[in-house]
């Protein structure tokens, strides 16, 4: 266990405010080859310590990995998994934290729940591992259930689709009747169109001008834009002044705007802070036009 002092937390934001707006899942990724946060935060007490002020910024859960699921990148081993993840989400839940695991085992995310996880997100929408809908159904906690095609050595390679759209909408009604079959409650589902995940640009982009459309499966949906490849063309488009100094956090932000105004549940960033500021100012103009002033 992390020898690091825990500080006192206001707990994170009441339930009644989060329930009327978008929530903020705060990425916290412990892998030693995260592609977006350099490894930086593979060291427990750092883990906890970014996944606290993760919390002072704003984020409503923080999303805790220990596998990397960046093209390309190989698995690691359960114990490695555990090893990693498991100190982090049990000082984090300690502390008051709303911790979200992002597992695609079983094992990990029942002895995160044990630890005190409230959220379990498998990126595989319980394709990896056979164990994790039943799992989900006993323990009766919310999840998201992302659309996946295949590990990250391969995916990149299934990104082949008739209408990217309608085939990850079908792939995704067919991953929520395997978690209701398994006697998951509806209430605990969230879907995700999974981003970057066995999707080229274009198909990530038609997915988030879709979001009316993934609504009508009848579930929340939580859109993962945060810093992916896909968003750098709106940051390298030539002819800015080079003093401007624009990044794929900018492009996050603005997506997240607009996916909370497109009444998406749930938003997985980096960058917490401007995107609780993104999303609140979403939820002020949904007010303001439902004529609540
Ligand atoms: N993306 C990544 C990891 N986990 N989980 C969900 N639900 N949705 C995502 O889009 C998603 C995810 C990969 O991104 P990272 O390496 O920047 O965390």
Redesign the pocket.
Known sequence: MSALMLPELAPTMPAADVADRCRVLG?L?VTPD???DGGRFNSIDAAVARGLELVRHGADFV?V?GE???PGARRVSEPEERRRVLPVVAALSEAGVRVSV?TMRASIAAAAVAAGAVLV?D?SGGLADPAMLPFLAESDVQC?L?HWRGHAEIMQDLAIYRSVVEDVCIELAQRSDAALAAGVRPENIVL?P????AKNSGQSWSLLAALPRLHMLGFPV?V?????RFLAECVDYGGLDPSISTDRDDVSNAVSALAASAGAWGV?V?SVGPAAAAVRTASRLRAAALGED
Request: charged share 25%; aromatic share 8%.
């Open positions: 990425i990724n995260s592609f977006s999303d990995g990397s699921t960046r992002d997100n990126v998201v992302m995700d999974g981003l970057g995940f939580l993962g834009a945060s810093r992916k997985r980096h």
